[in-house]
Nanobody
Framework: QVQLVESGGGLVQPGGSLRLSCTAS????????MGWYRQAPGNQRELVAS???????SYADSVKGRFTMSRDSAKNTAYLQMNTLKPEDTAVYYC????????????????WGQGTQVTVAS
Protein backbone atom coordinates (compact mmCIF):
# COMPACT_ATOMS: atom_id res chain seq x y z
CA GLN A 1 0.00 0.00 0.00
CA VAL A 2 1.38 3.38 -0.97
CA GLN A 3 1.53 6.15 1.61
CA LEU A 4 2.61 9.77 1.59
CA VAL A 5 3.92 11.09 4.88
CA GLU A 6 4.52 14.79 5.46
CA SER A 7 6.60 16.42 8.15
CA GLY A 8 8.06 19.79 9.05
CA GLY A 9 5.03 21.91 9.88
CA GLY A 10 4.75 24.06 12.97
CA LEU A 11 4.44 27.54 14.39
CA VAL A 12 6.72 30.26 13.07
CA GLN A 13 6.84 34.04 13.34
CA PRO A 14 6.22 36.26 10.32
CA GLY A 15 9.37 36.47 8.23
CA GLY A 16 10.53 33.07 9.40
CA SER A 17 11.18 29.85 7.51
CA LEU A 18 10.02 26.26 7.52
CA ARG A 19 10.90 23.23 5.44
CA LEU A 20 8.27 20.61 4.67
CA SER A 21 9.10 17.08 3.57
CA CYS A 22 6.94 14.46 1.88
CA THR A 23 8.04 10.86 1.42
CA ALA A 24 6.26 8.20 -0.60
CA SER A 25 6.59 4.66 0.68
CA UNK A 26 5.22 1.26 -0.26
CA UNK A 27 5.15 -0.82 -3.39
CA UNK A 28 5.38 1.34 -6.50
CA UNK A 29 7.00 1.50 -9.91
CA UNK A 30 7.77 5.20 -9.91
CA UNK A 31 6.72 8.54 -8.49
CA UNK A 32 5.82 10.96 -11.25
CA UNK A 33 4.74 14.55 -10.58
CA MET A 34 4.53 15.78 -6.99
CA GLY A 35 2.83 18.81 -5.57
CA TRP A 36 2.13 20.78 -2.43
CA TYR A 37 -1.36 22.12 -1.78
CA ARG A 38 -2.72 24.11 1.13
CA GLN A 39 -6.10 24.74 2.64
CA ALA A 40 -6.92 27.52 5.08
CA PRO A 41 -10.14 27.49 7.13
CA GLY A 42 -13.08 28.49 4.96
CA ASN A 43 -11.04 28.31 1.78
CA GLN A 44 -10.71 25.79 -0.99
CA ARG A 45 -7.59 23.71 -1.32
CA GLU A 46 -5.12 25.44 -3.63
CA LEU A 47 -2.00 24.36 -5.45
CA VAL A 48 1.11 25.97 -4.02
CA ALA A 49 3.91 24.32 -5.98
CA SER A 50 4.61 21.32 -8.16
CA UNK A 51 7.57 19.47 -9.63
CA UNK A 52 7.73 17.11 -12.59
CA UNK A 53 9.90 14.02 -12.97
CA UNK A 54 12.62 16.08 -14.69
CA UNK A 55 12.65 18.64 -11.89
CA UNK A 56 10.67 21.39 -13.58
CA UNK A 57 8.87 23.44 -10.95
CA SER A 58 5.92 25.80 -10.97
CA TYR A 59 4.50 28.03 -8.25
CA ALA A 60 1.39 29.92 -7.31
CA ASP A 61 1.85 33.67 -7.76
CA SER A 62 1.35 34.20 -4.03
CA VAL A 63 4.49 32.22 -3.14
CA LYS A 64 6.82 32.94 -6.05
CA GLY A 65 10.20 34.13 -4.84
CA ARG A 66 9.54 32.91 -1.30
CA PHE A 67 8.92 29.15 -1.64
CA THR A 68 11.13 26.59 -3.36
CA MET A 69 10.08 23.06 -4.17
CA SER A 70 12.59 20.31 -4.87
CA ARG A 71 12.70 16.55 -5.00
CA ASP A 72 15.07 13.67 -4.37
CA SER A 73 13.82 10.95 -6.70
CA ALA A 74 16.13 8.34 -5.22
CA LYS A 75 14.38 8.84 -1.87
CA ASN A 76 10.87 9.38 -3.32
CA THR A 77 10.83 12.60 -1.35
CA ALA A 78 9.75 16.15 -2.12
CA TYR A 79 10.58 19.26 -0.14
CA LEU A 80 9.04 22.69 0.20
CA GLN A 81 11.36 25.36 1.55
CA MET A 82 9.23 28.25 2.73
CA ASN A 83 10.96 31.57 3.45
CA THR A 84 9.67 35.00 4.42
CA LEU A 85 6.49 33.45 5.72
CA LYS A 86 3.40 35.61 6.11
CA PRO A 87 0.29 35.15 8.28
CA GLU A 88 -1.69 34.45 5.12
CA ASP A 89 0.46 31.37 4.54
CA THR A 90 -1.23 29.78 7.55
CA ALA A 91 -2.95 26.59 6.40
CA VAL A 92 -2.82 22.83 6.40
CA TYR A 93 -0.31 21.80 3.77
CA TYR A 94 -0.91 18.60 1.83
CA CYS A 95 1.46 16.60 -0.31
CA UNK A 96 0.18 15.11 -3.54
CA UNK A 97 1.86 12.60 -5.85
CA UNK A 98 1.07 10.73 -9.02
CA UNK A 99 2.45 7.24 -8.61
CA UNK A 100 2.72 4.44 -11.13
CA UNK A 101 1.57 1.03 -9.97
CA UNK A 102 4.27 -1.54 -9.16
CA UNK A 103 2.72 -4.34 -11.20
CA UNK A 104 1.13 -2.30 -13.97
CA UNK A 105 3.29 0.74 -14.66
CA UNK A 106 0.78 2.13 -17.17
CA UNK A 107 -1.59 2.70 -14.23
CA UNK A 108 -1.03 6.04 -12.50
CA UNK A 109 -2.90 6.91 -9.32
CA UNK A 110 -3.07 10.08 -7.26
CA UNK A 111 -2.22 9.95 -3.58
CA TRP A 112 -2.52 12.50 -0.78
CA GLY A 113 -0.73 12.89 2.50
CA GLN A 114 -2.50 13.48 5.78
CA GLY A 115 -1.55 17.14 5.94
CA THR A 116 0.71 19.17 8.19
CA GLN A 117 -0.28 22.40 9.93
CA VAL A 118 1.70 25.56 9.24
CA THR A 119 0.87 28.54 11.43
CA VAL A 120 2.50 31.93 10.92
CA ALA A 121 1.84 34.22 13.85
CA SER A 122 3.60 36.42 16.32
Amino acid sequence: QVQLVESGGGLVQPGGSLRLSCTASGSMFRVDAMGWYRQAPGNQRELVASVTTDGTTSYADSVKGRFTMSRDSAKNTAYLQMNTLKPEDTAVYYCNAEIRDAKHDYVRLTYWGQGTQVTVAS
